[in-house]
């Protein structure tokens, strides 16, 4: 069976436009959650953000799109993609090839434009909106295809907060399905009033930095992104310069609540151990955890629990979360970054905001940036509906 | 990958015992799904039910309650709409206040496998795919891999859409439906727009041949604004899969919208003329999953040997049905192909 190997990386999130300005924030535990500038509701100066520091308007101007009917979601996702593609190398041939294919994942969409849907669902006769088509979840996924002409097998995926980290894994699947040659996967969110206020009714917002896996911790920060990763088949990578291998992937529906963890996190601890089913590895080989680590009470503990049940001696983890807070839908692909290019650089971030571990688990994340020899990296991300999904990716 | 249960939820009475002869109308240019009673499903939950996941409830718990499947795969460009509406409407109505979480909850997408898992307790593999046109499509191609990786696993994949109020506006005002039109005379329209409709229909699949309603022989589902680029592709799928057009049914999914027929009829010349086309969207109206009721239909034709007379777009002489080709778009970018056959 073909390994699959990462040929392009493409990030931006509220620490960085660019996989080196990322990094640079994680090194120096540089957050990016704070005050939001453009973010506009009522709860933009009561809530800490991790907003990307551009207008939507600066945004599409260096992209070089003109017309206003781009969201905020399609450019950031262009954004993310367009380095992914420049960096893995593909042409235009082969972005418009059968065999390319691209996978989206997005929980928030075109409704970033909260006041301009309202305004769209409940009119009567005519509009002048140019939003129209803008709104669903994978709108963003549509722009992109039409951006790049992208030829083979388009998707979105939807599964809340693990919905890019299945965009990655359904890409990897395809490529060694051999229905397809080329994938580029990844996800995008953007800050919204409709996320925002639906976590906020849910009382699981931190009005203070978030603070993953402490015992005191608040909730949650609300952040914004998008990544995407180029993946191909390693014989079909000869010569190109390879991030990582996607070794394993795991996927489970955790059936307790639509919205909380069971205690034993047990969707948790099965995509953790599926993921290391295919990729053929024991736990013990797991070098390092980039943990879902919300910093909301349910989450960090079920983690946790699961973390325990499976390592018994956990690895090294963090929760970068601390430094782009919440991305939702992207949060599967941006984590996904940061496992490469820690990878790749042998090193680990730290996690922010960290004092006290939870009484019931005990666990710690590491607090320091540290360099380690690093063969396999974990990476986390659970969603709403029950959607866990876990990702490796290795050394090559 | 073979097709062994399914159940349909439509407009029509295609759940429990099936009449394909009579049609029920549409009502302002809609076609609203016929919903079963659910069975098995707490009150408390059934209550805060949107109409997507209550119609997901009803054709895929019947299902899985008996089997045990090793993933649900669902595809669903909107989920709970009308919940996520709600929910919109709140936060500009009451201006950002203290709002309540539950239609937040529901409005996710993911709330239909979610809901199936959590009802049965499956903690297999679980994914929702929501890209508008092809998000059945690619639940039917995830369950094709996952039966390569797996292959004695079976699987629900199932396509759900609800027509709420307001996507329903939107739609409208974007142009793609025309409430004065009805599924009475949808095909001899030569303005654009169409009906809108809903539906739910969800199958059970695995690699077993025996007893089969139907095997799916191959799936290409792709985005394209250019027509002679689809033809093109569609011409390469047949000569690729299918050597044989005898016996064979082409399901199209003409809507009536004058801007889409030239592209369903360049795909039905270059199928063959001899080829009989079966039309389906005056049963169903128009939604981005329609290909699942399609799907159904096509296990139906292969299940009957026939199909009504209403369905035929021209006379025909078909008396045996070994395989069926479908052509549907979407919106004139979302494009699929798929073959089935006994």
């Not at chain 1, 034993?264 to 797991?286: F, N, T």
């Amino acid at each position: 069976m073909s390994r699959i190997v990462v040929t392009g990386i493409g990030i931006i999130t509220a620490i960085g436009e660019t996989a080196d300005e990322n990094r640079d924030s994680l090194i120096h535990a540089k957050t990016g959650i704070g005050k939001a500038r453009f973010f506009n509701s009522r709860y933009t100066g009561q809530l800490p953000f991790g907003e990307i520091n551009q207008s939507t308007e600066l945004l599409a101007e260096k992209l070089g799109i003109e017309n206003n009917i781009a969201t905020r979601t399609d450019l950031l996702a262009l954004h993310a993609a367009k380095q992914a593609i420049i960096d893995a190398n593909l042409s235009k041939e082969d972005l418009s090839g059968n065999d390319t294919a691209l996978i989206g994942g997005s929980t928030v969409g075109g409704m970033c434009l909260t006041d301009e849907m309202y305004a769209d669902a409940n009119a009567a006769g005519i509009s002048n909106s140019p939003y129209l088509t803008s709104y669903s979840n994978s709108a963003n996924t549509s722009f992109l295809q039409r951006y790049f002409n992208v030829g083979g097998l388009v998707n979105t995926f939807n599964t809340a907060c693990s919905s890019s980290a299945n965009a990655i894994m359904y890409g990897a699947r395809l490529l060694k399905n051999g229905l397809a040659k080329k994938v580029i996967a990844g996800g995008v969110d953007s800050l919204s009033k409709y996320t925002v206020n639906g976590f906020n009714a849910l009382m699981i917002l931190a009005d203070e930095p978030c603070r993953p896996f402490d015992s005191e911790r608040k909730g949650l920060n609300l952040g914004e992104g998008a990544a995407f990763l180029v993946l191909e088949r390693e014989e079909d990578a000869s010569g190109k310069r390879v991030y990582a291998e996607v070794r394993g992937y795991g996927n489970s529906n955790d059936a307790f609540h639509p919205s909380s963890t069971s205690v034993e996190g047990e969707g948790p601890y099965l995509s953790m151990k599926r993921a290391l089913e295919v990729a053929g590895l024991s736990p013990e080989e797991i070098n390092f955890v980039n943990a879902h680590g919300t910093a909301t009470e349910n989450n960090d503990e079920t983690e946790s629990a699961a973390m325990l049940r499976l390592f018994g001696t956990p690895p090294d983890f963090a929760s970068t979360k601390s430094y782009t807070g919440h991305t939702l839908g992207a949060a599967g692909a941006i984590e996904a970054v940061y496992s490469i290019i820690s990878l790749q650089h042998q090193e680990v971030y730290p996690s922010l905001h960290f004092t006290q571990a939870i009484t019931a688990t005990g666990l710690s994340p590491i607090t320091t940036y540290k360099q380690k020899n690093l063969q396999h990296i974990m990476s986390n991300s659970f969603g709403f509906g029950g959607n866990c999904t876990s990702l490796i990716f290795s050394k090559m | 990958m073979y097709i062994h249960q399914h159940i349909c939820i439509s407009p029509q009475q295609t759940n429990g015992v099936v009449d394909l002869e009579a049609i029920h109308p549409s009502s302002a240019g809609k076609l609203l799904a016929l919903e079963p009673k659910l069975g098995g499903v707490p009150p408390g939950m059934l209550r805060r039910m949107s109409k997507a996941v209550r119609m997901g409830i009803g054709a895929g718990l019947p299902l899985i309650k008996e089997v045990n499947v090793d993933g649900i795969i669902i595809g669903t460009a909107n989920g709970g709409m009308e919940d996520c509406i709600q929910f919109l409407n709140q936060i500009i109505d009451y201006e950002e206040g203290l709002l309540t979480p539950a239609n937040f909850v529901q409005s996710t997408p993911n709330a239909i496998a979610g809901q199936l898992s959590l009802i049965t307790k499956n903690r297999a593999y679980n994914a929702t795919h929501v890209h508008n046109g092809l998000a059945f499509e690619n639940a039917l191609i995830d369950a094709k891999m996952s039966l390569a990786e797996k292959p004695d696993t079976q699987y629900l994949v199932g396509g759900i859409d609800e027509i709420s109020s307001y996507n329903y506006n939107i739609d409208q005002l974007a142009g793609w439906y025309d409430s004065t039109k009805s599924n009475e005379d949808l095909y001899t329209s030569t303005a654009p727009g169409t009906i809108a409709g809903e539906g739910a229909a969800m199958f059970v699949i695995n690699n077993n041949a025996a007893a089969a309603l139907g095997r799916i022989d191959a799936i290409e589902a792709f985005q394209s604004m250019d027509q002679e680029q689809v033809e093109a592709r569609f011409k390469n799928f047949l000569s690729t899969y299918n050597t044989d057009i005898n016996h064979t049914l082409f399901i199209s999914g003409e809507n009536g919208d004058s801007r889409f027929l030239p592209g369903y009829t360049s795909c039905e010349l270059a199928i063959g003329s001899s080829i009989p086309v079966v039309r389906f969207k005056h049963l169903t109206g128009e939604y981005p999953t329609s290909s699942s009721f399609a799907l159904w239909l096509a296990c139906q034709a292969l299940a009957e040997q026939s199909l009504p007379a209403h369905f035929y777009k021209n006379e025909h002489n078909l008396t045996q049905i070994d395989r069926v080709i479908l052509y549907n778009q979407y919106q004139g970018l979302q494009h699929s192909f798929i073959l089935v056959s006994r």
